[in-house]
Structure formats: structure tokens, C-alpha cells
T-cell receptor, first 114, second 116 residues
Framework: EDQVTQSPEALRLQEGESSSLNCSYT??????LFWYRQDPGKGPEFLFT???AGEEKEKERLKATLTKKESFLHITAPKPEDSATYLC???????????????FGKGTKLSVIP | KAGVTQTPRYLIKTRGQQVTLSCSPI?????VSWYQQTPGQGLQFLFE???????NKGNFPGRFSGRQFSNSRSEMNVSTLELGDSALYLC???????????????FGPGTRLTVL
């Protein structure tokens, strides 16, 4: 069974204090790893897709990286508006009968204090 | 380009009632997935529809069902509501549903269901 574990569960940072969120996964034949941001009471907002180990993607203060066992979301010089829950999800191989489902971790709640 | 829309945004029901939630995907997207989100369990997959066919189903009881229409709009239904069904129900759409390639899913704002 696919497993996705995110750590830490919660993280408080001072504005400008860089850090990383971790997403470790066990899945046979990873096809894609996704990062989402979710604000309270809203649906997840898509951030990145990573396809293979060694891949990196950046967007503003966020940078996502992928290895064979885990992914990191690096946040550089965060601002209060970066406060949100960050979710990681994996997609296993398509099985032909229809296997497009994402398995999500429980998320990391990030709070950035001014 | 309009995003995924869900109606209603909020619902309050009592135990034993049934409820129908609606989702309109992004124009051109043919795959619609439904998820249940609770504080304890996080996001859990309910089912996925593509071209009006349910292709995959998560580990939920038969009280949870869904369908997709020819215009890709989707509905999900929960019958005989239980207190534990209180959750945020999220709909996500993607272009092809992952057939042959990885496809990003884009989520709607969700429907907050409260069962009293």
C-alpha cells in the first residue's frame, strides 16, 4: 500500500527564517509527486509536480526537490503570507483499469510570524 | 479560465438524511475525482470518473456514490448520513485522468458538510 509521511506536522518560523518540509514516500513505481498549498477553509492549490529523482522546481520562495525516497519543499526567507498547510501527494503507476488516484500525506502546517 | 466550482459551499444535515454535492470541472477536463478531508484522516480518495465511467473507488461504504454527466460535471451522493460523515468534500479535475501521462489535479473550494 502506498504510504506518504510528512514532517514536521507543524512548523513555526520567524519571517525570513528559511527551512524545509519533508515528504517521505513508499510507492512502487512513482509516476509523479505533487505539492499543494491549502489555506484554511479552501481547496488545495497546486504548486509543483516532480517526476523523477534529481528533479527540482522553483516558484518564488519555494523550491521542491525529489529523491528516490523523499521530497523536500524548501522555503527561503518566508513571509507571513506563506502561512498555510502544505500537502504532498504521490501517484502510483497507471494500471489500465483506471488508477488515477493521489495518495496524500497529512500535511505540514506552516506558520510564519512577522 | 474558470476553475473548478462546487455547490453548495456549506450544508447542514441531520443523521439519516441524504445529500447530493455538485462539481463542475475546468473546461476541457474529463476526469473528476472526489476526496473527503477530515482533521484526523486528512485527504482520502473517494472515487474517480472519466467519460461518465467510474474508474476507481476508494475504501468507503456503499452509502457514498457518484456519477458523471456527458459534459463532465459530476455529482456525489451520500445516503443515510452519519455523524462521522461531517467533513470537507473536495472535487478535483484533470485533463486526461493520468492515462498514459501524469496529469495535475486542480481542486475546487470544497463543500463543508456538517451532520447533526
Amino acid at each position: 500500500e502506498d504510504q506518504v509521511t510528512q514532517s514536521p506536522e507543524a512548523l513555526r518560523l520567524q519571517e525570513g527564517e528559511s527551512s524545509s518540509l519533508n515528504c517521505s514516500y513508499t510507492v512502487s513505481g512513482l509516476r509523479g509527486l505533487f505539492w499543494y498549498r491549502q489555506d484554511p477553509g479552501k481547496g488545495p492549490e497546486f504548486l509543483f509536480t516532480l517526476y523523477s529523482a534529481g528533479e527540482e522546481k522553483e516558484k518564488e520562495r519555494l523550491k521542491a526537490t525529489l529523491t528516490k525516497k523523499e521530497s523536500f519543499l524548501h522555503i527561503t526567507a518566508p513571509k507571513p503570507e506563506d502561512s498555510a498547510t502544505y500537502l504532498c501527494a504521490v501517484q502510483a503507476p497507471y494500471t489500465g483499469a483506471g488508477s488515477y488516484q493521489l495518495t496524500f500525506g497529512k500535511g505540514t502546517k506552516l506558520s510564519v510570524i512577522p | 479560465k474558470a476553475g473548478v466550482t462546487q455547490t453548495p459551499r456549506y450544508l447542514i444535515k441531520t443523521r439519516g438524511q441524504q445529500v447530493t454535492l455538485s462539481c463542475s470541472p475546468i473546461s476541457g477536463h474529463r476526469s473528476v475525482s472526489w476526496y473527503q478531508q477530515t482533521p484526523g484522516q486528512g485527504l482520502q480518495f473517494l472515487f474517480e470518473y472519466f467519460s461518465e465511467t467510474q474508474r476507481n473507488k476508494g475504501n468507503f461504504p456503499g452509502r457514498f456514490s457518484g456519477r458523471q454527466f456527458s459534459n463532465s460535471r459530476s455529482e456525489m451522493n451520500v445516503s443515510t448520513l452519519e455523524l462521522g460523515d461531517s467533513a470537507l468534500y473536495l472535487c478535483a479535475s484533470s485533463r486526461t485522468g493520468g492515462t498514459g501521462r501524469v496529469d495535475e489535479q486542480f481542486f475546487g473550494p470544497g463543500t463543508r458538510l456538517t451532520v447533526l
